[in-house]
Structure formats: C-alpha cells, structure tokens
C-alpha cells in the first residue's frame, strides 16, 4: 500500500486548502486513516481521524474548522481545511494501519501567513 497526500501549499490565515490522501495497492480496507501534522520544531501530532463508516474524531484546535472526509471506492481520503490559522503552518501526513503495519504518506506542507 501506498499513500499519496496531495494539496498542500501557501495560504493568507483565514483562508482554505484542501488535502487528499490516496491509497494505492489494495487501498484502506476496512481501516481508520489518520491524518497527522508536524510543525517546525514540534513532534508529529495526530488531528483528525475517520473510520471506515466515517465516524470521525478531531483535537480541539481543529473541531469546526477541518473536515475529514472519505470516499472508500475510491480509496481516498480528504481533508477540508477552513479558518486556516499560522499555528496550522506544518508538514501533514495521513496515515493507516493495515495488518498490523503503518503506511505513512511523504507528506504535504502547508503554510499559513499572517
């Protein structure tokens, strides 16, 4: 399996970037993906997860500002990203684990000026 996030980039704070992860191979399964992020400096944190039937979990920071969606025929997975802030400014990586085994993405950054 692989993963491919896409759709990072440079955004003003209070604008909006859409990211995707795409799973290669035999795709997610049945799995929860996770998306994490790493600021500079920072350790890696996970943010928002999303289960196979879309049950969905959020930090505080992001609840009413990030959306974690999933589209399991396509074997994607999307994060809309809104209110964006300069402490979103990070690395971001999704992430799943299938048969006991972590598949990371290569990450996609975003930066958030103020």
């Known amino acids: 399996v692989q993963l491919v996030e896409s759709g990072g980039g440079l955004v003003q704070a209070g604008g909006s970037l859409r990211l995707s992860c795409a799973a290669s191979g035999t795709g997610f399964g049945f799995n929860a993906v996770d998306w994490y992020r790493q600021a500079p400096g920072k350790r890696r944190e996970l943010f928002a997860s999303i289960t196979f039937d879309s049950n969905v979990y959020y930090i505080d920071s992001v609840k009413g500002r990030f959306t974690i969606t999933r589209d399991n025929a396509e074997n994607t997975v999307y994060l809309q990203m809104n209110s964006l802030e300069p402490g979103d400014t990070a690395v971001y990586f999704c992430?799943?684990?299938?048969?006991?085994?972590?598949?990371w993405g290569q990450g996609t950054r975003v930066t958030v000026s103020s």
């Open positions: 992430h799943a684990q299938i048969h006991y085994y972590d598949f």
